[in-house]
């Protein structure tokens, strides 16, 4: 008796393949007895070359809180993929908005297939509050013009800014973890952050020990850490306490939880030669055993073992009943690797 195939249920990794034969079944076209007739001689116009593809790396640009008098800059890359077979133009790129402007970008410019172009964006307040500005650009592709949305909050003396506002944590799954990092930026004076307080489930706070003085201008980064125990989407915020005229400042939290997916590995081996009243499954977790029993007497010659956790590896053997209920030895083993 050998163990036949193991099959992956949800994520489990087969160990042997089943073999598909693919049959294809060719056709032939047979013309007979059409009749031809000579038409005069037109010409079929070339089709037009076809447009390129320009993709811009964010369609939205926040520059969180930056103090008033000073400048913080980011870069946003337009891309002609490699899979496209035309040039790409880029004739204008203009901005707009109080405090934005663009730097290092000389027009116009090629973009061959698989080539891109940075566009470095500075965000510099003179005043306080939020500003909101636009990049348009427009190019030779498909979708001539394209934009980015920028935004930026001007910090005055005497504040504390928390960068991200809101930090977003998409598909954790239950029983994993995420971490993201945002930072606490003094504005044009020294800033001393006292404490901090968090809610939300599965939200913790860390990378940042308290108190902690910043001087004018400083940054000082920490780590949020996103741990859900139950699928959904779930909603928290951190609380900065200090001695800033904006305190407490914050910063919102949401975290979209998905829930683990089962695991199971299927098992099928061949029927022994001899009548048997069954057989039993043994698993072990190294290779040569030892072996425990994971099934009941069965029937068939088949078995599906749900009771297996992911990064595990499993050895599997199985055994026969005879009908004098004396058991076989071992068949060969096989192994599951589960992801």
Same mark, same amino acid.
């Given at each position: 008796?050998?163990?036949?195939?193991?099959?992956?249920?949800?994520?489990?990794?087969?160990?042997?393949?089943?073999?598909?034969?693919?049959?294809?079944?060719?056709?032939?076209?047979?013309?007979?007895?059409?009749?031809?007739?000579?038409?005069?001689?037109?010409?079929?116009?070339?089709?037009?070359?076809?447009?390129?593809?320009?993709?811009?790396?964010?369609?939205?640009?926040?520059?969180?809180?930056?103090?008033?008098?000073?400048?913080?800059?980011?870069?946003?890359?337009?891309?002609?993929?490699?899979?496209?077979?035309?040039?790409?133009?880029?004739?204008?790129?203009?901005?707009?908005?109080?405090?934005?402007?663009?730097?290092?970008?000389?027009?116009?410019?090629?973009?061959? +297939? =698989?080539?891109?172009?940075?566009?470095?964006?500075?965000?510099? +307040?003179?005043?306080? =509050?939020?500003?909101?500005?636009?990049?348009?650009?427009?190019?030779?592709?498909?979708?001539?013009?394209?934009?980015?949305?920028?935004?930026?909050?001007?910090?005055?003396?005497?504040?504390?800014?928390?960068?991200?506002?809101?930090?977003?944590?998409?598909?954790?799954?239950?029983?994993?973890?995420?971490?993201?990092?945002?930072?606490?930026?003094?504005?044009?004076?020294?800033?001393?952050?006292?404490?901090?307080?968090?809610?939300?489930?599965?939200?913790?706070?860390?990378?940042?020990?308290?108190?902690?003085?910043?001087?004018a201008g400083q940054?000082?980064?920490?780590?949020?850490?996103?741990?859900?125990?139950?699928? =959904?989407?779930?909603?928290?915020?951190?609380?900065?306490?200090?001695?800033?005229?904006?305190? +407490?400042?914050?910063?919102?939290?949401?975290g979209t939880a998905?829930?683990?997916?089962?695991?199971?590995?299927?098992?099928?081996?061949?029927?022994?030669?001899?009548?048997?009243?069954?057989?039993?499954?043994?698993? =072990?977790?190294?290779?040569?055993?030892?072996?425990?029993?994971?099934?009941?007497?069965?029937?068939?010659?088949?078995?599906?073992?749900?009771?297996?956790?992911?990064?595990?590896?499993?050895?599997?053997?199985?055994?026969?009943?005879?009908?004098?209920?004396?058991?076989?030895?071992?068949?060969?083993?096989?192994?599951?690797?589960? +992801?």
């Open positions: 008796m050998s163990v036949r195939n193991i099959h992956g249920k949800g994520h489990a990794i087969p160990l042997s393949a089943c073999c598909l034969t693919m049959f294809l079944v060719l056709a032939s076209l047979f013309t007979a007895g059409c009749a031809v007739t000579k038409m005069a001689g037109t010409s079929t116009p070339s089709p037009a070359p076809a447009a390129g593809s320009l993709a811009v790396s964010a369609s939205t640009v926040n520059f969180g809180s930056v103090p008033v008098g000073s400048t913080k800059s980011t870069s946003v890359t337009l891309s002609n993929s490699a899979t496209q077979t035309a040039t790409v133009k880029v004739s204008q790129v203009t901005i707009s908005g109080q405090g934005f402007r663009l730097t290092g970008v000389a027009l116009p410019t090629s973009l061959a +297939p =698989g080539h891109s172009l940075t566009l470095t964006i500075d965000f510099a +307040p003179s005043a306080a =509050g939020n500003a909101t500005g636009t990049v348009a650009i427009s190019s030779t592709a498909a979708t001539a013009n394209i934009s980015v949305a920028l935004s930026g909050n001007g910090m005055t003396s005497g504040q504390l800014a928390v960068n991200p506002a809101n930090m977003t944590f998409p598909s954790v799954t239950v029983g994993t973890s995420q971490n993201q990092s945002g930072t606490l930026t003094a504005g044009s004076s020294p800033i001393t952050v006292s404490s901090a307080t968090w809610q939300g489930t599965g939200f913790s706070l860390s990378g940042i020990t308290f108190p902690v003085t910043l001087q940054s000082v980064p920490f780590t949020v850490t996103f741990a859900p125990q139950a699928a =959904g989407t779930i909603s928290g915020a951190i609380s900065f306490a200090s001695n800033a005229s904006n305190s +407490p400042a914050s910063e919102s939290l949401t998905l829930q683990a997916a089962p695991h199971s590995v299927d098992l099928s081996w061949n029927p022994d030669a001899s009548a048997v009243q069954g057989y039993y499954v043994y698993r =072990g977790n190294q290779t040569g055993g030892p072996y425990s029993r994971v099934s009941t007497l069965l029937p068939a010659t088949s078995y599906i073992d749900a009771s297996v956790t992911a990064g595990q590896t499993y050895y599997y053997v199985v055994t026969a009943l005879g009908s004098g209920s004396l058991e076989s030895g071992y068949s060969n083993e096989a192994v599951a690797v589960v +992801p």
